[in-house]
């Protein structure tokens, strides 16, 4: 699983003044789901989009998928392990149906996919001022990773605008991209802390992590779970289940916190969960 982490803005060190231990504050731009609700992260993806015998109709729905497509994979920033896609031989409102787009998926080999399913176009008025046309699209998807089990709809419009019939492809190339823009990733600043006593070895962590290593910073924090002082087993075990978080394992995430709890529950032990179990 890829790390959930972008990069790390801002780090304030608290100095170690007692035998108790400090936090070190780490300020770190997360990823969340997208507007539409909809996260992509480590998942094969399909799109697929229905058949036309009509020009400039067909060359304009093949490009508006491939639009699409391409706007998925730059803005998931290759954290998306493919994208692929698919025309129907037949109308894709034939499709529009979570039984059918499971079948997609089996077909595709895909765990998320898209179907434009219905594109309705408006009369093409070719002015003095250019070419316009009206558009209607409905779009399907269905991840069959998310618990919820159901199929999402989304639908919009919008007129294309071109100097001729050849241009409407990239219009709709275009259009495809202000679609997939809906479903982009989030991403939000959010403060985390790391427990550490003073001593060179747990400074010795937090310059791990200043450099992005979190299996470095855990190698070193395994040293202290088997430690005689219930305090730092503790600290140690929360520091993993953070590095485990970051690192996008959240049922791991979750075992070293339930470990660090049964040691001695920490303050900041609630609000590490909350975030766990909000990314599962």
Same mark, same amino acid.
């Given at each position: 699983?890829?790390?959930?982490?972008?990069?790390?803005?801002?780090?304030?060190?608290?100095?170690?003044?007692?035998?108790?231990?400090?936090?070190?504050?780490?300020?770190?731009?997360?990823?969340h789901?997208?507007?539409?609700?909809?996260?992509?992260?480590?998942?094969?993806?399909?799109?697929?989009?229905?058949?036309?015998?009509?020009?400039?109709?067909?060359?304009?729905? !093949?490009?508006?998928?491939?639009?699409?497509a391409?706007?998925?994979?730059?803005?998931?920033?290759?954290?998306?392990?493919?994208?692929?896609?698919?025309?129907?031989?037949?109308?894709?409102?034939?499709?529009?149906?979570?039984?059918?787009?499971?079948?997609?998926?089996? !077909?595709?080999?895909?765990?998320?996919?898209?179907?434009?399913?219905?594109?309705?176009?408006?009369?093409?008025?070719?002015g003095?001022?250019?070419?316009?046309?009206?558009?209607?699209v =409905?779009?399907?998807?269905?991840?069959?990773?998310?618990?919820?089990?159901r199929?999402? =709809?989304?639908n919009?419009?919008?007129?294309a605008?071109t =100097?001729?019939?050849?241009?409407?492809?990239?219009?709709?190339?275009?259009?495809?991209?202000?679609?997939?823009?809906?479903?982009?990733? !989030?991403?939000?600043? !959010?403060?985390?802390?790391?427990?550490?006593?003073?001593?060179?070895k747990?400074y010795?962590?937090?310059?791990?992590?200043?450099?992005?290593?979190?299996?470095?910073?855990?190698?070193?924090?395994?040293?202290?779970?088997?430690?005689?002082?219930?305090?730092?087993? =503790?600290?140690?075990?929360?520091?993993?289940?953070?590095?485990?978080?970051?690192s996008?394992?959240?049922?791991?995430?979750?075992?070293w916190l339930?470990?660090?709890?049964?040691?001695?529950?920490?303050?900041?032990?609630?609000?590490?969960?909350?975030?766990?179990?909000?990314?599962?």
């Open positions: 699983m890829r790390p959930a982490v972008l990069h790390i803005a801002f780090l304030a060190l608290l100095a170690a003044v007692s035998c108790s231990p400090s936090r070190y504050m780490i300020d770190v731009e997360m990823r789901k997208s507007k539409a609700g909809v996260d992509l992260t480590g998942k094969n993806v399909a799109v697929v989009y229905g058949s036309s015998s009509q020009y400039p109709y067909n060359a304009f729905i !093949e490009s508006l998928a491939d639009g699409f391409w706007n998925l994979k730059a803005d998931y920033q290759n954290t998306i392990d493919s994208v692929g896609v698919f025309g129907l031989d037949s109308q894709a409102s034939e499709y529009a149906s979570r039984d059918s787009l499971v079948s997609l998926l089996l !077909e595709t080999g895909s765990d998320v996919v898209f179907l434009f399913d219905k594109i309705d176009f408006g009369k093409i008025d070719n003095a001022s250019g070419l316009t046309m009206p558009f209607d =409905s779009l399907r998807c269905y991840d069959a990773m998310n618990k919820e089990d199929m999402l =709809s989304f919009g419009s919008s007129i605008r =100097s001729s019939l050849e241009g409407l492809p990239d219009e709709a190339w275009e259009a495809g991209k202000t679609v997939a823009s809906s479903f982009k990733p !989030e991403w939000k600043h !959010e403060q985390y802390s790391i427990y550490y006593f003073n001593s060179d747990w010795d962590a937090l310059t791990k992590v200043e450099m992005y290593d979190w299996k470095g910073a855990m190698d070193v924090w395994f040293e202290f779970i088997a430690s005689n002082d219930v305090l730092k087993r =503790s600290c140690a075990c929360f520091n993993i289940a953070t590095a485990c978080y970051m996008g394992d959240y049922d791991l995430a979750t075992k339930d470990k660090s709890d049964k040691e001695n529950a920490l303050p900041l032990s609630p609000v590490l969960r909350k975030r766990i179990n909000a990314r599962k």
